[in-house]
């Protein structure tokens, strides 16, 4: 796990932010998430916000574990243009092949990025918000979002994966403008 030191500037404009979103230093970001039991209606509640709070902040995904729950759900939109945003339960990735290499930023830590090298194309079964078992195909960016989502239900930040040297912060601006395309 890597650990950064978060500029007064940068600390200031992220407490400015009124998203919601569980920010870098808190520890549940470094805590391991649970898997759900059963999905029902909580668990439809809880992707409901977490949808509704990835839209607000026009972000391409997002972990339980960044709205405070410890529970193993992500949110994230899909590759095509106009492609739901999809939730997946309990998501495990059991194949992973060829390489990319890309930058990340993350909803939780506003303004910092970073090249990372992930698999390109993978596998993950999970289930669905009925809790049938369902098999998701994904490589190029909608992979690396679903990488970077279920790696935060481990505790797992992209920069603990950046190459250190990429890692860059951003001036600060307006803290209600709209970030570009993070997970
Ligand atoms: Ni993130």
């Known amino acids: 796990m890597l650990d950064i030191v978060v500029p007064d500037e940068v600390r200031a404009n992220w407490q400015a932010r009124t998203d919601g979103i569980v920010r870098y230093g808190e520890p549940v970001l470094r805590a391991k998430a649970q898997p759900v039991g059963r999905p029902g209606r909580e668990t439809r509640e809880l992707v409901d916000r977490m949808k509704a709070t990835m839209l607000a902040s026009n972000g391409i995904g997002l972990a339980a574990p960044q709205v405070g729950v410890l529970l193993r759900v992500i949110v994230y939109r ?25 930058e990340e930023g993350c909803l939780s830590i ?35 979002v679903i990488q970077h989502e279920i790696d935060h239900l481990d505790g797992i930040l992209y920069i603990d994966r950046a190459n250190p040297s990429t890692l860059e912060w951003s001036e600060p601006a307006d803290p209600d403008a709209k970030p570009e395309q993070e997970p």
């Open 78 to 102: 899909g590759a095509e243009d106009d492609a739901p945003i999809r939730s997946l339960i309990n998501p495990r990735i059991v194949s992973a092949k060829g390489e990319q290499t890309g």
């Open 110 to 144: 506003p303004l910092l990025h970073g090249e990372v090298t992930r698999p390109n194309a993978i596998i993950v079964k999970a289930l669905d918000l009925l809790g049938r078992p369902v098999t998701v195909r994904a490589d190029e960016l909608e992979s690396r």
